[in-house]
Nanobody
């Protein structure tokens, strides 16, 4: 099956930057739009950004101008460059992607295990 593994989270001061990575591995016939979501304590999971296989992007209003999503199709990897971080960006960040493990499979929706981002002085 398909596995999504995130990396790059950590503790950063307000105004700082972090870069998250998410690599998809396993049996992958096709992978669709990849995205990042986040969930802060006591809040629902929310969309941060998505990117299609041809590079079309979509961002939450709260991160526009500060975050940039990109992907490497050859490596089935998606990145999230986060600049000008604020304390309210603190959350667990999850990678998401729909994928077909083989050409005979339906599309499944996959999630990574999450990576913690903490913005604090």
């Amino acid at each position: 099956q398909v596995r999504l593994v995130e990396s790059g989270g950590g503790l950063v001061q307000p105004g700082g930057s972090l870069r998250l990575s998410c690599a998809a591995s396993g049996s992958i016939f096709s992978i669709g739009a990849m995205g990042w979501y986040r969930q802060a304590p006591g809040k629902e999971r929310e969309l941060v950004a998505t990117i299609t296989s041809v590079g079309s992007t979509n961002y939450a209003d709260s991160v526009k101008g500060r975050f940039t999503i990109s992907r490497d199709n050859a490596r089935n990897t998606v990145y999230l460059q986060m600049n000008s971080l604020k304390p309210e960006d603190t959350a667990v960040y999850y990678c998401n992607a729909p994928a077909q493990p083989t050409r005979w499979d339906p599309w499944y929706n996959y999630w990574g295990q999450g990576t913690q981002v903490t913005v604090s002085s």
